[in-house]
Each structure stands twice: as structure tokens, then as C-alpha cells.
């Protein structure tokens, strides 16, 4: 008899335990909250701020074609760099896109022009850390600049696709000088302007 009553005993307290582990007297929340980050054109990190395109000898026969490198010699690494743009705003609704414009032609201190010379940035991939997708008119191509004074747009993104950090890589600069261009012994200096304007405006 003995037995039997503490056989039931031990079930009724295993029902009662069952009953108390299901039922919820209490809840615990878990909360996290994000504030707006940044929105950055990254300009000082990665645009070069000097194309040396070397020194050379004056000929008129010869088409010629020079690469900006870090010394300006064309045996020297090539200048790159990259078009980079920090989205941490956490707004789904904004935009954004960043242009280059070249200001003049080549020209010395006196104005002399470098006729038809031709300066073309030579871009590659675009990347985004968040796997969106931003654009490149001139992703893997080539932006040969042949009007002046006129802005092209490089790198964009739309509404969804503004978020995180976007890089577009820029793999060289070149500068083509036609044949029979006359020239002067002097410097030939021109200048890139680099613009970024978003939505909403900060």
C-alpha cells in the first residue's frame, strides 16, 4: 500500500511541474535600437590629387600616349585609386551619385593648349559590402573626357540600393597626344573637379 501511494504522489507532483514549466506568468523583452550614421564621399583617401604624366621630349610625328604613375616615369607603378562612397544613414528612401568633370584643356601658364589631347580614366569593378547594387556607366570601361567643363557621372545608387560602402576602382589615368600637336616647352597642367550630391540632402 505504501508503494502505490507514493507512486501516485511522485505522478501528481510531475503534473504539477508539467503545468508550471508551459505557462507563462512573465515575459522578458530584448529591444536594440540604431541611430543614423554618416553619409561620406571618401575624395581624401583614395582620388589622387597629382596625375604625372612624366617629361618628355618635343616631336610632332608620333601619336603619343602617357600613363600617370607615382614618379611621372613609365617604367614607375601606375596611379590608381578609387571612387568610394559610405551609405550608414539607414535610410532605404535615399540616393546618391558622384561626377567628374575635366575644367580645361591641358594648357600652360600662358594658355598655350595642348590641342586634342585626350585624358581617359580607365575604371573596374564595383563592390558593396552589402552585396546591393549601385552603378557604373563605366564600370570595366573607360571614360575617355572630351567635352569640357561637362560633368559625367561615375557612380550612382538609387532608393534600396544606397546602403553600406560602395568602391569603384579606378586602374589608371592615360593622357593621348595626337600627332602633328604642336608644342611648347613648358608645363601643361589641367583640373579634375570631383562632385557628390545625395537625396535627402543632409
Avoid at 138 to 153: G, H
Wanted: aromatic letters at 8%; charged letters at 15%.
Amino acid at each position: 500500500m505504501k508503494k502505490k501511494i507514493f507512486t501516485s504522489l511522485a505522478m501528481l507532483g510531475l503534473c504539477l511541474f508539467s503545468g508550471q514549466f508551459v505557462l507563462a506568468d512573465s515575459q522578458t523583452q530584448g529591444e536594440v535600437n540604431y541611430i543614423p550614421g554618416a553619409l561620406e564621399f571618401d575624395y581624401t583617401s583614395e582620388i589622387p590629387t597629382d596625375l604625372n604624366f612624366g617629361e618628355h621630349p618635343i616631336q610632332t610625328v608620333t601619336p603619343e600616349n602617357w600613363i600617370a604613375t607615382t614618379t611621372g616615369e613609365q617604367t614607375a607603378p601606375a596611379t590608381t585609386g578609387a571612387v568610394d562612397v559610405r551609405d550608414n544613414r539607414g535610410d532605404l528612401t535615399g540616393t546618391w551619385l558622384v561626377k567628374v568633370a575635366q575644367v580645361e584643356q591641358f594648357q600652360t601658364s600662358d594658355e598655350v593648349e595642348l590641342t586634342d589631347a585626350v585624358l581617359s580614366l580607365s575604371f573596374g569593378s564595383v563592390t558593396n559590402n552589402l552585396s546591393l547594387s549601385p552603378t557604373s556607366t563605366y564600370e570595366n570601361d573607360e571614360l575617355a573626357i572630351q567635352v569640357f567643363n561637362q560633368e559625367f557621372t561615375v557612380l550612382s545608387a538609387t532608393a534600396g540600393e544606397n546602403s553600406g560602402d560602395t568602391s569603384l576602382a579606378i586602374d589608371q589615368f592615360s593622357l593621348a597626344v595626337p600627332a602633328n600637336t604642336n608644342k611648347v616647352a613648358a608645363e601643361y597642367t589641367t583640373t579634375l573637379n570631383w562632385t557628390f550630391s545625395s537625396t535627402p540632402e543632409p
